[in-house]
Protein backbone atom coordinates (compact mmCIF):
# COMPACT_ATOMS: atom_id res chain seq x y z
CA UNK A 1 0.00 0.00 0.00
CA UNK A 2 1.13 3.45 -0.90
CA UNK A 3 0.48 6.04 1.19
CA UNK A 4 0.36 9.84 0.08
CA UNK A 5 -0.12 12.48 3.37
CA UNK A 6 -2.00 15.03 1.21
CA UNK A 7 -1.73 18.07 3.02
CA UNK A 8 2.60 17.63 3.31
CA UNK A 9 2.02 16.55 -0.54
CA UNK A 10 0.38 20.22 -1.56
CA UNK A 11 2.32 22.07 0.91
CA UNK A 12 5.44 20.73 0.09
CA UNK A 13 4.30 21.04 -3.99
CA UNK A 14 3.52 24.60 -3.56
CA UNK A 15 7.00 25.26 -2.14
CA UNK A 16 8.48 23.68 -5.11
CA UNK A 17 7.10 25.43 -7.53
CA UNK A 18 7.74 28.81 -6.09
CA UNK A 19 11.40 27.64 -5.55
CA UNK A 20 11.58 26.57 -9.40
CA UNK A 21 9.63 29.82 -10.62
CA UNK A 22 12.28 31.91 -8.71
CA UNK A 23 15.37 30.09 -9.92
CA UNK A 24 14.12 30.14 -13.44
CA UNK A 25 13.48 33.95 -13.31
CA UNK A 26 17.15 34.01 -13.07
CA UNK A 27 17.13 32.99 -17.10
CA UNK A 28 19.24 30.00 -17.27
CA UNK A 29 17.51 28.11 -19.08
CA UNK A 30 19.69 25.31 -19.90
CA UNK A 31 17.46 21.73 -19.23
CA UNK A 32 20.54 20.07 -16.91
CA UNK A 33 21.33 23.32 -14.89
CA UNK A 34 18.25 25.27 -14.48
CA UNK A 35 17.05 23.25 -11.71
CA UNK A 36 19.89 21.95 -10.13
CA UNK A 37 20.76 25.21 -8.33
CA UNK A 38 20.93 23.30 -5.04
CA UNK A 39 24.57 21.47 -5.31
CA UNK A 40 25.94 21.04 -1.86
CA UNK A 41 29.50 19.58 -1.25
CA UNK A 42 30.15 15.88 -1.05
CA UNK A 43 33.85 14.92 -0.10
CA UNK A 44 35.12 18.07 -0.66
CA UNK A 45 33.48 18.57 -4.17
CA UNK A 46 30.40 19.53 -5.70
CA UNK A 47 27.90 16.87 -5.99
CA UNK A 48 26.91 17.43 -9.56
CA UNK A 49 28.83 18.78 -11.77
CA UNK A 50 28.19 19.20 -16.36
CA UNK A 51 29.59 17.74 -19.45
CA UNK A 52 29.20 19.09 -22.59
CA UNK A 53 27.88 16.15 -25.28
CA UNK A 54 28.83 17.34 -28.50
CA UNK A 55 28.46 13.99 -30.73
CA UNK A 56 27.08 14.63 -34.50
CA UNK A 57 23.91 13.53 -33.31
CA UNK A 58 22.93 15.46 -30.24
CA UNK A 59 24.10 17.85 -28.88
CA UNK A 60 23.30 18.19 -24.64
CA UNK A 61 25.04 19.04 -21.14
CA UNK A 62 25.16 15.41 -19.23
CA UNK A 63 24.72 15.47 -15.33
CA UNK A 64 27.61 13.89 -13.43
CA UNK A 65 27.31 12.71 -9.77
CA UNK A 66 30.70 12.95 -7.59
CA UNK A 67 28.51 10.44 -5.64
CA UNK A 68 26.49 7.45 -7.00
CA UNK A 69 22.96 7.57 -5.86
CA UNK A 70 22.05 3.84 -5.98
CA UNK A 71 24.71 1.30 -5.83
CA UNK A 72 27.66 3.01 -4.06
CA UNK A 73 25.39 5.44 -1.44
CA UNK A 74 21.91 3.87 -1.71
CA UNK A 75 20.19 6.43 0.77
CA UNK A 76 21.91 9.77 -0.69
CA UNK A 77 18.75 10.29 -2.15
CA UNK A 78 16.85 10.25 1.22
CA UNK A 79 19.74 12.76 2.84
CA UNK A 80 19.51 14.96 -0.65
CA UNK A 81 15.79 14.93 -0.73
CA UNK A 82 15.80 16.61 3.17
CA UNK A 83 18.88 18.95 2.76
CA UNK A 84 16.72 20.13 -0.51
CA UNK A 85 13.55 20.84 1.03
CA UNK A 86 14.86 22.27 4.31
CA UNK A 87 16.79 24.66 1.64
CA UNK A 88 13.52 25.63 -0.12
CA UNK A 89 11.67 26.53 3.23
CA UNK A 90 15.16 28.76 4.46
CA UNK A 91 15.07 31.22 1.17
CA UNK A 92 11.31 30.85 0.81
CA UNK A 93 9.30 33.23 3.70
CA UNK A 94 6.11 33.09 2.15
CA UNK A 95 4.08 31.28 -0.84
CA UNK A 96 0.85 32.59 -2.57
CA UNK A 97 -1.77 29.53 -1.78
CA UNK A 98 -4.04 31.08 -4.83
CA UNK A 99 -1.25 31.41 -7.12
CA UNK A 100 -1.30 28.73 -9.72
CA UNK A 101 1.10 27.53 -11.62
CA UNK A 102 1.93 25.87 -15.43
CA UNK A 103 3.54 22.36 -15.34
CA UNK A 104 2.84 19.00 -14.60
CA UNK A 105 3.90 15.83 -11.52
CA UNK A 106 6.35 13.73 -13.24
CA UNK A 107 6.41 10.48 -10.98
CA UNK A 108 10.01 8.85 -10.82
CA UNK A 109 10.64 5.18 -9.86
CA UNK A 110 14.26 6.08 -9.01
CA UNK A 111 15.63 2.71 -8.16
CA UNK A 112 14.02 1.13 -11.36
CA UNK A 113 16.60 2.53 -13.66
CA UNK A 114 19.00 0.51 -15.69
CA UNK A 115 21.18 3.76 -16.36
CA UNK A 116 21.24 3.14 -20.18
CA UNK A 117 21.08 6.83 -20.71
CA UNK A 118 18.41 6.86 -23.13
CA UNK A 119 16.40 9.38 -20.92
CA UNK A 120 18.80 11.46 -20.36
CA UNK A 121 19.92 12.44 -23.75
CA UNK A 122 16.51 12.42 -25.22
CA UNK A 123 15.53 15.19 -22.70
CA UNK A 124 18.87 16.99 -22.92
CA UNK A 125 20.36 16.08 -19.41
CA UNK A 126 17.11 17.46 -17.69
CA UNK A 127 16.36 13.62 -16.90
CA UNK A 128 19.93 12.23 -15.63
CA UNK A 129 21.43 9.36 -16.33
CA UNK A 130 19.98 7.71 -13.18
CA UNK A 131 16.46 8.50 -14.97
CA UNK A 132 15.66 10.86 -11.94
CA UNK A 133 14.45 14.74 -12.50
CA UNK A 134 16.65 17.88 -11.31
CA UNK A 135 16.68 17.82 -7.44
CA UNK A 136 15.35 21.07 -7.65
CA UNK A 137 11.73 19.90 -8.42
CA UNK A 138 11.44 17.20 -5.49
CA UNK A 139 8.46 17.80 -3.45
CA UNK A 140 7.75 13.98 -2.28
CA UNK A 141 9.25 10.85 -1.70
CA UNK A 142 8.18 7.59 -0.69
CA UNK A 143 11.28 5.32 -0.16
CA UNK A 144 10.21 2.47 1.83
CA UNK A 145 10.16 -0.82 0.13
CA UNK A 146 9.65 -0.50 -3.33
CA UNK A 147 9.55 1.38 -6.16
CA UNK A 148 11.71 4.13 -4.26
CA UNK A 149 9.44 7.04 -5.99
CA UNK A 150 10.05 10.56 -6.20
CA UNK A 151 7.16 12.91 -6.95
CA UNK A 152 8.69 16.28 -9.06
CA UNK A 153 7.33 19.45 -10.34
CA UNK A 154 8.16 20.04 -14.10
CA UNK A 155 7.85 23.65 -15.06
CA UNK A 156 5.67 23.98 -18.51
CA UNK A 157 8.86 24.98 -20.12
CA UNK A 158 10.20 21.40 -19.48
CA UNK A 159 7.42 19.40 -20.04
CA UNK A 160 7.94 18.17 -23.83
CA UNK A 161 11.47 17.76 -22.74
CA UNK A 162 10.18 15.38 -19.81
CA UNK A 163 7.41 13.92 -22.26
CA UNK A 164 10.38 12.61 -24.38
CA UNK A 165 12.28 10.83 -21.61
CA UNK A 166 9.31 8.88 -20.48
CA UNK A 167 8.68 7.85 -24.19
CA UNK A 168 11.80 6.29 -24.42
CA UNK A 169 12.41 5.06 -21.22
CA UNK A 170 13.17 1.11 -21.60
CA UNK A 171 11.78 0.39 -18.34
CA UNK A 172 8.72 2.63 -17.91
CA UNK A 173 10.47 4.05 -14.41
CA UNK A 174 8.95 7.61 -15.00
CA UNK A 175 5.02 8.42 -15.57
CA UNK A 176 3.22 11.54 -15.34
CA UNK A 177 1.32 11.85 -11.92
CA UNK A 178 -2.40 11.26 -13.33
CA UNK A 179 -1.26 8.65 -15.42
CA UNK A 180 0.41 7.01 -12.13
CA UNK A 181 -2.67 7.23 -10.07
CA UNK A 182 -5.47 5.76 -12.82
CA UNK A 183 -2.71 2.90 -13.18
CA UNK A 184 -2.16 1.96 -9.49
CA UNK A 185 -6.03 3.52 -8.78
CA UNK A 186 -7.70 2.51 -5.17
CA UNK A 187 -5.88 -0.46 -4.56
CA UNK A 188 -2.34 0.37 -4.02
CA UNK A 189 -2.77 3.95 -2.85
CA UNK A 190 -4.60 5.00 0.36
CA UNK A 191 -4.81 9.43 0.91
CA UNK A 192 -4.52 10.36 4.43
CA UNK A 193 -5.34 14.38 5.64
CA UNK A 194 -5.08 15.56 9.01
CA UNK A 195 -5.53 11.72 10.40
CA UNK A 196 -8.84 10.44 7.93
CA UNK A 197 -8.71 9.28 5.09
CA UNK A 198 -9.10 11.20 1.93
CA UNK A 199 -10.96 8.95 -1.10
CA UNK A 200 -9.52 8.64 -4.28
CA UNK A 201 -11.98 10.36 -6.32
CA UNK A 202 -11.64 13.38 -3.97
CA UNK A 203 -8.30 13.34 -4.88
CA UNK A 204 -8.62 13.11 -8.24
CA UNK A 205 -11.20 15.75 -8.35
CA UNK A 206 -8.94 17.65 -6.64
CA UNK A 207 -5.46 17.26 -9.15
CA UNK A 208 -7.88 18.28 -12.02
CA UNK A 209 -9.43 21.73 -10.32
CA UNK A 210 -12.88 19.72 -10.37
Not at 78 to 93: G, M, S, T
Amino acid sequence: MIEIYDEIFHKNLLLTQTYCELQLKNGDNDAATALRTFNPVYNDEKLFSYEEDNCAEYNFTSVQWSSEPLWRNPWLYEELFEKQLAHKRALIESVDNNKKFEGRILVAEIDLTVVDGASEVESKGFIDVNDCPPIDTWFYKILEGSPWIFFAWIPLQFVELADNAIAVNCVGCMSWYEDWLLREKTSTIKFTKAGSKTSFLKHINKLFGK
